[in-house]
């Protein structure tokens, strides 16, 4: 299918919510997206495909030449929190670069972190559900992602892979998420750090196929390519889904992805300081760039057969049902998800239990259903709390061997 027309299609299946109707113009080639809508409110413009993260891949790669990353490693898993003093016996260099890069970006503002925790306690169950289900698989048709996922070592263990990522998920709901006693500084900066292993890792792997169009893993834009199906997807999908989202709740949501995006080394000049502008640059860099590939579609199976380890599979239908619903036909058929009555019933139902949830309607759900959302909760807390294991990030030191 041509580009407009998958473009069309993906969008008409309302999976960008809000922003499907608007996004009639055909996808832009060239980076256009102008540093006057960030964070910073200027730049130089250039091509965030083109840029990476020197400072921490340098770092990095001298840490692998050193031979330190396994100590490294063990000297991390005890940093766990924001106002944490780092560990003793970490190598200066890494240790001064940790110093620099956890300090709050000047305009961080705490008002609206505040109320991006309160938001979190009255939308978090919508939350889970969009960024387990929408965001989770939206990155198996993220062809960059997919690849880089599924070549890097987190692809031969992806349910602990799946822990480590839900960890920075359950640390942007906490109180204090980037205050002291939260953990969401340490969590971005291991991160960081990560990221730049896998830029030093994958390149060397033999599955992995340098080209033109991708030399080096996780770029600038790559990085906002995955906020954009995290945090404007599921902005959307909750105003598409008719949930009330006062300004406030929305600027102080849009907040908190901002500074995550800081910690985890996007440039400010990159960050978008509205929801207009983050939509803006979602359909330039999001959109157009959706499609399947065999990583993704295997990675898809994967995740959604993780489940069936609790159960049998009797919640692959809802899980299955969920990502079609959540994310629309032609993802789900691109990643080659079984249709079953399920999907019917979610369809349905869905829309019901938000209205219930919102105090719109004072029906009694049917016991079906109640089963169903029950159901799936549980198995979100298995899956992303790891079964109360501590999760901790720590650098890859090697790629998927298979
Ligand atoms: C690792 C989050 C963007 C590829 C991680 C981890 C987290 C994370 C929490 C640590 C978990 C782990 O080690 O498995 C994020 C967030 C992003 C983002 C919040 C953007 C907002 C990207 C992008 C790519 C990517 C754009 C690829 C194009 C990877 C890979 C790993 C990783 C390959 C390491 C997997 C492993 O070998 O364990 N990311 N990531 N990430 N990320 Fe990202």
């Known amino acids: ?86 560990p003793a016996g970490l190598p200066a260099d890494l240790a001064a670069f940790l110093e620099r890069n956890r300090q709050l970006p000047s305009w961080i503002d705490q ?3 505040t109320q991006a925790f309160d938001f979190y306690e009255r939308r978090g169950t919508y939350l889970g559900v969009l960024y387990g289900l929408g965001s989770g698989m939206m990155s198996c048709v993220i062809p960059r992602e997919a690849r880089a996922v599924y070549y890097s070592a987190g692809g031969a263990d992806m349910k602990d892979r799946i822990a480590k990522t839900a960890k920075l998920g359950y640390d942007i709901g906490n109180r204090r998420a980037f205050g002291p006693g939260g953990q969401m500084v340490v969590t971005c900066l291991k991160t960081r750090l990560t990221h730049s292993a896998v830029r030093y890792l994958l390149p060397r792997s033999s599955h992995w196929k340098s080209g033109a169009e991708e030399s080096l893993p996780i770029s600038q834009a790559d990085i906002m390519v995955t906020w954009h199906s995290l945090a404007t997807f ?38 978008p300081a509205s929801w207009d502008e983050a939509n803006v640059q979602s359909r330039q860099v999001l959109d157009p760039i959706l499609r399947p590939t065999p990583e993704g579609i295997k990675l898809a199976d994967i995740l959604l057969n993780l489940a069936a380890e609790y159960d049998k599979g009797l919640t692959k239908p809802v899980l299955n ?71 901790d990030i720590t650098l890859p030191t090697g790629n998927n061997p298979n």
């Open 111 to 113: 008002a609206k972190l």
């Open 1 to 86: 299918m041509g580009q407009v027309g998958r473009r069309g299609v993906v969008l008409g299946g309302t999976a960008l919510g809000a922003v499907g109707a608007l996004g009639l113009v055909a996808p832009a080639e060239a980076w256009t997206w102008q540093p006057a809508g960030s964070i910073a409110g200027a730049g130089t413009g250039m091509d965030p495909r083109y840029l990476w993260d020197d400072e921490c891949d340098a770092l990095v790669a001298r840490l692998f030449e050193r031979g330190e990353v396994e100590l490294v490693n063990e000297l991390l898993a005890d940093w766990t929190h924001n106002d944490e003093a780092l």
């Open 321 to 391: 049902g969920f990502t079609r619903y959540t994310l629309g036909d032609q993802i789900a058929d691109w990643l080659q998800i079984k249709r079953s009555p399920m999907d019917r019933m979610i369809k349905n139902s869905w829309p019901a239990f938000i209205r219930f949830k919102e105090g719109l309607v004072n029906l009694p759900l049917v016991p079906n259903l109640y089963w169903v959302l029950d159901e799936f909760l549980r198995l979100g807390v298995l899956f992303f709390l790891n079964e109360g294991r501590r999760i």
């Open 234 to 271: 599921s902005r959307n999908k909750l105003v598409a889904w008719k949930i009330r989202m006062p300004a406030a709740d929305s600027a102080a949501f849009l907040h908190l992805w901002q500074i995550t995006a800081h910690f985890l080394g996007v440039k400010d000049e990159y960050i």
